[in-house]
């Protein structure tokens, strides 16, 4: 009894094979209308899938010395200070925080920066410097990874502790100014 079922069984499953494959074709022929294809219009775009777009900034007043705020990070480990000003921060929809830093040697040269940390990307880009009081462009600087150690170590620190919190709802100007004037918290990284 067995050997005569095998060809009805191979019969069946031929015309299974045969209607699942059709299958796909008929699908198709009920969504194409029959007059020609459809303009769906442009394809649309969603906010993850849009370019990122870094949106221009001015260049802030000179730091007033007397405003800073220190910050309690040695870049570098050279006995350095470092100092944010907290009038030159912004925040930006593209997602940028950008500020003037002013870094003082031991023998008090100052080193003063305009720049900006990307919150979302862990990047920086050096905006201008500044000399005798004047700030100098700094337009073909391009973006970079922060760095742990070394003189720029400073900028991971700022991003992941003050300007560019993740689990925090508001990174807004003025959160991150009271977060740079209520001190160092607890380092870990």
Request: aromatic fraction near 8%; proline fraction near 10%.
């Amino acid at each position: 009894m067995i050997p005569l079922l095998l060809p009805v069984l191979r019969c069946c499953r031929i015309l299974c094979l045969g209607l699942l494959a059709a299958l796909p074709f008929s699908v198709v022929a009920e969504i194409l209308p029959e007059d020609g294809p459809v303009d769906l219009g442009p394809p649309k775009t969603y906010p993850s899938e849009q370019e990122w777009q870094e949106l221009g900034s001015e260049l802030p007043p000179w730091p007033e010395l007397n405003s800073l705020i220190e910050m309690e990070i040695d870049p570098g480990g050279r006995g350095y200070r470092l100092y944010i000003d907290p009038q030159s921060l912004t925040t930006g929809k593209d997602r940028v925080v950008r500020f003037t830093s002013v870094m003082v040697s031991p023998s008090g040269v100052r080193n003063v920066t305009y720049e900006g940390l990307h919150c979302g990307e862990g990047s920086y880009r050096r905006l201008a410097y500044g000399m005798q009081e004047t700030w100098h462009e700094l337009p073909n600087s391009t973006w970079a990874p922060l760095v742990r150690d070394g003189a720029g170590g400073y900028r991971r620190t700022l991003y992941n502790h003050y300007m560019c919190i993740a689990d925090e709802p508001n990174n807004d100007a003025d959160t991150i100014r009271r977060r740079l004037r209520s001190g160092p918290p607890a380092l870990d990284d």
